[in-house]
């Protein structure tokens, strides 16, 4: 991957199509804990022109994650988002020192970094939903590869 480049074509897997009422029905769980669950930053889901929610199947899978970490792992929103934390983007994007000094994500590790407040220039221009880190944090295995920075 080039260096802080987001390339990446919207493939299948990555275009929205399910409505939050689908989506929410996929999952077995209502539109509000959806609501919830983007404004506590664990998933960004598109907006139309006229600011729909629209779901891709990756979303669903992301939202699968987030369901078996609360009922089978007895993880919150709180804990899911610090296991994301974990994720060092940095890395994955090889960012420089000087990016990484502007960036909430690198200096407190405390949320993913698709919603820290301060990112470095790069990051603050780019659309997190296109973005690798982003996009591969859907599944477990993703995102333990994504930690310990593997193929
Ligand atoms: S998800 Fe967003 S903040 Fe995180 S590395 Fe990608 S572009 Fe930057």
Redesign the pocket.
Not at 131 to 134: G, I, K, L, Q
């Given at each position: 991957m080039d260096k802080n480049k987001?390339g990446d074509k919207i493939d299948d897997e990555q275009r929205p199509v399910f409505t939050i009422s689908i989506a929410a029905k996929m999952i077995n769980v209502s539109v509000h804990t959806l609501r919830l669950y983007e404004s506590s930053g664990l998933i960004i889901p598109q907006r139309t022109e006229s600011k729909r929610r629209l779901y891709s199947r990756n979303d669903i899978k992301r939202l699968g994650l987030i369901r078996y970490l609360i009922e089978e792992k007895g993880l919150n929103l709180a804990g899911i988002k610090l296991l994301l934390s974990l994720i060092p983007?940095w890395k994955?994007?090889k960012c420089s020192s000087k990016d990484q000094k502007k960036c909430d994500?690198f200096k407190t590790m405390k949320e993913?970094?698709?919603i820290?407040k301060n990112?470095c220039d790069l990051?603050a221009a780019?659309d997190?939903r296109e973005?690798?880190?982003?996009k591969k944090s859907a599944s477990l295995d993703e995102v333990k590869k994504l930690i310990w920075c593997e193929k």
């Open positions: 987001i983007c994955i994007r994500a993913p970094c698709w820290v990112k990051c780019d997190c973005c690798p880190v982003y």
